[in-house]
């Protein structure tokens, strides 16, 4: 569903360029659980935003369902990210004085055609997906590392997305509800959302379909 070709990403400042990329030829299969490890500054988050079209690449090809990204206008883009791509970050990004719901609901709002009433109900499917419909009134501040993060997953099941792209979700957990996390991830995929996940943890990795190391800006393995 996803295919990237010959990306080179290189960050150009007053003084230095770095080359977070080089050569990157890559695809996601529509249902993969694809993990990707290697050294922090090897270009996984770069990567990340990449495939999620938040960043473009210096050169190089993406594919989105067999259609060049480059043929997309920057309003297309934007419409493809909200409804196809579901991100989960390491530091959840919940927005602190919002309820859980309205968390969950805060993407639907940009999207057309789904009224208040859909939004809400896709929000209270996403929170009982993820076991969390008895905190739906809570603030994030008086949740748990793992309870945040699981509304940060549901915030993007709730935009029903193709694909989701984590980027070290389990990186400021412990192990117990690290393991919850990856429990629930690996859940969604059997449940045929296509993952891709940044980790740092070979446990995890190794339970995922694909690993794909990283060094230096390039695939090793
Ligand atoms: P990772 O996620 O593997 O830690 P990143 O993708 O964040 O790696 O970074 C890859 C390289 O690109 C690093 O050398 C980093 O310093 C550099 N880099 C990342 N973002 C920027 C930026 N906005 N400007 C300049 N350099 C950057
Ligand atoms: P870290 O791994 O350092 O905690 P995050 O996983 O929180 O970083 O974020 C990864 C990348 O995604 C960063 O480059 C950040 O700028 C970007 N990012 C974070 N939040 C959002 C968001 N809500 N929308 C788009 N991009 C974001």
């Given at each position: 569903?996803?295919?990237?070709?010959?990306?080179?990403?290189?960050?150009?400042?007053?003084?230095?360029?770095?080359?977070?990329?080089?050569?990157?030829?890559?695809?996601?299969?529509?249902?993969?659980?694809?993990?990707?490890?290697?050294?922090?500054?090897?270009?996984?988050?770069?990567?990340?935003?990449?495939?999620?079209?938040l960043?473009?690449?210096?050169?190089?090809?993406?594919?989105?369902?067999?259609r060049?990204?480059?043929?997309?206008?920057?309003?297309?883009?934007a419409?493809?990210r909200?409804?196809?791509?579901?991100?989960?970050?390491?530091?959840?990004?919940?927005?602190?004085d919002?309820?859980?719901?309205?968390?969950v609901?805060?993407?639907?709002?940009?999207r057309?055609?789904?009224?208040?009433?859909?939004r809400?109900e896709?929000a209270?499917?996403?929170?009982?997906?993820?076991?969390?419909?008895?905190?739906?009134?809570?603030?994030?501040?008086?949740?748990?590392?793992?309870?945040?993060?699981?509304?940060?997953i549901?915030?993007?099941?709730?935009g029903?997305?193709?694909?989701?792209?984590?980027?070290?979700?389990?990186?400021?957990?412990?192990?117990?509800?690290?393991?919850e996390?990856?429990d629930?991830?690996?859940?969604?995929?059997?449940?045929?959302?296509?993952?891709v996940?940044?980790?740092?943890?070979?446990?995890?990795?190794?339970?995922t379909?694909?690993?794909i190391?990283?060094?230096?800006?390039?695939?090793?393995?």
């Open positions: 569903m996803l295919q990237l070709r010959n990306i080179e990403k290189v960050y150009q400042t007053k003084t230095i360029e770095t080359v977070a990329l080089h050569q990157v030829n890559l695809t996601i299969g529509k249902g993969e659980f694809v993990s990707i490890m290697g050294p922090s500054g090897c270009g996984k988050s770069t990567l990340l935003s990449i495939m999620g079209l960043d473009e690449p210096t050169s190089g090809e993406i594919e989105l369902d067999g060049p990204v480059q043929s997309y206008s920057d309003r297309e883009l419409a493809l909200n409804q196809k791509i579901g991100f989960v970050f390491q530091s959840y990004h919940l927005i602190n919002l309820s859980v719901l309205d968390n609901e805060l993407p639907l709002l940009y057309p055609g789904v009224g208040g009433k859909e809400r896709r209270y499917a996403a929170l009982d997906k993820v076991g969390l419909s008895p905190r739906t009134s809570h603030f994030p501040g008086q949740l748990s590392g793992g309870q945040r993060q699981r509304v940060a549901a915030r993007a099941l709730a029903r997305p193709e694909i989701i792209l984590a980027d070290e979700p389990t990186g400021n957990l412990d192990s117990v509800m690290g393991e996390i990856l629930l991830l690996l859940h969604l995929n059997r449940e045929g959302t296509t993952i996940m940044v980790t740092h943890d070979e446990q995890q990795a190794l339970k379909q694909r690993l190391r990283f060094f230096d800006g390039s695939q090793v393995s």
